[in-house]
């Protein structure tokens, strides 16, 4: 029998236990499957030492404190996700862990990324030096079969990524996400040096927007972390200028609309040398005008939401936070800003490198096939298509009802709030 913590090689062709453990035959791996989300915590050295351990800058969202923080907001009421976090040892060491949960939504199970739909990159963490990647697509098809799963649905993965690197067998297609959009400098620049390479119509409209600011009173840009007393002040009037844009624009965010999303990123734990969760504000006397929460590490500094007061909407407070954050990553010696997926017109103004964004999505049961092939690949896009063409329609009120119901629906399956 194979028992939860106590992993063992095995001999043989079989693979996946009929408990909570998978294992590989070939005597050096062993696989181990987190099940309950009070498991998470007997692991926080390993997890925290793998963080450590592991240089790709893209796995902030499969580290410790997210995946913890975010368990314990989401995992504890009544139909809740269940957790399904791969982890590989060998030789008692944690040398990668892959987060994933199951969903049950209109009759269809799901094997997917942990944390969705706050979690925006799927990926795979891995110890450096280490290769485990013939042991992924095995596992996941394992657990699938042993949970009847619908449909295994992973996204976005980013190109070259480990998890790219472990599924490039399978078929892959592009996400909804398209592409992270990054910004990189020079390892020498200063931010001086960064202004100066921006083209002049651009350095102008900074310069120009700078100054109207500075008109209403003393300028000054912060970050702060847990430990400062305004860390979860600013979380939470981040949030709320957030929503309101949501309202004002009628964009449909899952993520940011479901309780719990304040307590989820304040209880959000540091790892040294690994992820940590910042708040940054530009502030006229003293007042925040615009917040950006990030999370950094691994040289990189990942935007993952940003507003603003909308009485400063004229002056583009969230143009003016990104530059400010920007000029202080050269300065902190980050290597690169990242706003992630989903790009915009504001995005490609600002970056210099893209990474290509894919999904992996494998249906595993006649309804599974049914899903995808009439909702993923025909309902879904109908819906899409309908809802950004009525225009002006939306404000008619039995009109605007009929959409919101429709922006639900389409958002439901994984969009990212």
Not at 352 to 377: C, F, H, I, M
Request: glycine share 6%.
């Amino acid at each position: 029998m194979c028992v939860v913590g106590q992993p063992k090689d095995i001999s043989g062709d079989n693979f996946a236990c009929p408990d909570n453990t998978s294992m590989t035959s070939d005597g050096h791996f062993q696989l181990e499957w987190i099940t309950e989300p009070t498991q998470i915590e007997s692991h926080v050295d390993q997890w925290r030492d793998l963080e450590s351990n592991c240089s790709n800058p893209f796995t902030a969202f499969q580290s410790y404190g997210w995946c913890r923080s975010w368990a314990q907001a989401y995992c504890a009421s009544q139909n809740a996700p269940l957790p399904r976090m791969l982890m590989i040892m060998r030789d008692g060491t944690l040398v990668a862990i892959l987060p994933l949960m199951i969903t049950n939504s209109r009759g269809i199970k799901t094997l997917t990324l942990f944390g969705e739909p706050h979690t925006q990159v799927a990926n795979l963490m891995v110890r450096d030096g280490f290769d485990c990647n013939k042991h992924i697509k095995r596992a996941l098809h394992a657990r699938a079969d042993q949970e009847q799963i619908d449909i295994i649905a992973l996204g976005p993965i980013p190109a070259y990524s480990p998890l790219h690197e472990a599924l490039k067998e399978e078929k892959l297609n592009e996400d909804p996400a398209q592409y992270f959009s990054i910004v990189k400098w020079s390892p020498n620049d200063t931010p001086s040096d960064y202004l100066l390479k921006l083209s002049k119509n651009r350095r102008k409209d900074f310069g120009k927007k700078l100054r109207r600011l500075e008109t209403m009173g003393e300028v000054t840009f912060d970050r702060c972390y847990q430990e400062n007393e305004a860390y979860t002040q600013l979380i939470k009037k981040a949030l709320e200028w957030k929503r309101q844009w949501l309202v004002k624009t009628k964009t449909i965010s899952v993520g940011l609309q479901r309780n719990g999303v304040e307590q989820f990123l304040s209880n959000i734990r540091d790892t040294p040398n690994g992820y940590r969760l910042e708040a940054e504000a530009l502030r006229v006397d003293g007042e925040p005008i615009a917040i950006t929460l990030n999370i950094i590490g691994k040289g990189m500094r990942s935007c993952y939401l940003t507003a603003y007061d909308d009485t400063f909407t004229s002056i583009s407070p969230g143009t003016l936070v990104h530059q400010h954050a920007i000029q202080s990553s050269i300065t902190d010696q980050i290597e690169a800003y990242n706003f992630l997926g989903f790009p915009t017109h504001f995005k490609k103004m600002w970056m210099t490198d893209e990474v290509p964004l894919l999904r992996y999505q494998n249906a595993r049961s006649l309804r599974g096939k049914l899903w995808t092939t009439l909702w993923t690949n025909f309902a879904r896009p109908l819906v899409k298509r309908a809802v950004n063409s009525t225009g002006g329609l939306s404000k008619i009120p039995i009109v605007g009802m009929f959409i919101d119901g429709c922006m639900k629906l389409l958002f439901k399956q994984g969009n990212k709030g």
